[in-house]
């Protein structure tokens, strides 16, 4: 059974610049949460998705924005990117109950 | 609002020593509670957590959390610790009721010494 997958591992890009991250949830999960952690934090909520709709936000601006597909997968977005933005972007798979996320491993995104 | 305080940043422990990782939760309504394990370069995994019932709750690795309503706590013990414990714990807070975003501490690395 496999877990949450993300796409790509590592990822470098320039300032301003435009990136786009991938993630399958485990199987039989519905809800699908990013997660942004910058090295030595913990991971700080950016939105969830369920049914195909942003169900919840954190405090992040509009440069972030997502998409959840009909087979539950999601892609985060994220727009005009600032050296800040370089983190570890974590995927989160759950049912609709929340108790309890499936993480995949992350997408290391550095900004240049 | 939900909030979490991780008190320690660091925790040097010697092997086979028991250890506690300190963790308090602010909220207004009734939570969940989690900690989570995070090695290296990976993702974070689920190590135990508490939805209702017994306040003790115990993950298959000896590790071991009780909520303490009053203290707004979830302390994270385990009374002999391996090398392979060595890692970064989060723990984290979800109003219940589902539907929820959940909140992470900013973690607690835990060094064992051979």
């Known amino acids: 059974d496999a877990g949450v997958t993300q796409s790509p591992t590592h990822l470098i890009k320039t300032r301003g610049q435009q990136v786009t991250l991938r993630c399958s949830p485990k199987?039989?999960?519905?809800?699908v949460s990013w997660y942004q952690q910058a090295l030595g934090q913990g991971p700080q909520f950016i939105f969830q998705?369920?049914?195909?709709?942003?169900?919840q936000r954190g405090n992040f601006p509009d440069r972030f924005s997502g998409h959840q597909f009909p087979n539950y997968s999601s892609e985060l977005n994220v727009n005009a990117l600032l050296l800040g933005d370089s983190a570890l972007y974590l995927c989160?798979?759950?049912?609709?109950?929340?108790?309890?996320?499936?993480f995949g491993s992350g997408t290391r995104l550095t900004v240049v | 609002a939900q909030s979490v305080t991780q008190l320690d940043s660091q925790v040097p422990v010697f092997e086979e020593a028991p250890v506690e990782l300190r963790c308090n939760y602010s909220?207004?309504?009734?939570?969940?509670l989690f900690w989570y394990v995070q090695y290296p370069n990976q993702g974070l995994q689920l190590l135990l957590k508490?939805?209702?019932?017994?306040?003790l709750v115990e993950s298959i690795n000896g590790f071991e959390a009780e909520f303490n309503k009053s203290q707004t706590s979830f302390h994270l013990r385990k009374p002999s610790v391996h090398i392979s414990d060595t890692a970064e714990y989060f723990c984290?807070?979800?109003?219940?009721?589902?539907?929820?975003?959940?909140?992470f501490g900013t973690g607690t690395k835990l060094q064992v010494i051979p």
């Open positions: 909220s207004s309504v009734s939570v969940y």
């Open positions: 984290a807070v979800m109003n219940s009721g589902g539907y929820q975003k959940v909140t």
């Open positions: 199987s039989g999960h519905d809800t």
């Open positions: 508490y939805l209702s019932g017994s306040t």
């Open positions: 989160a798979s759950s049912l609709d109950d929340g108790y309890g996320y499936t």
């Open positions: 998705y369920y049914e195909e709709e942003e169900r």
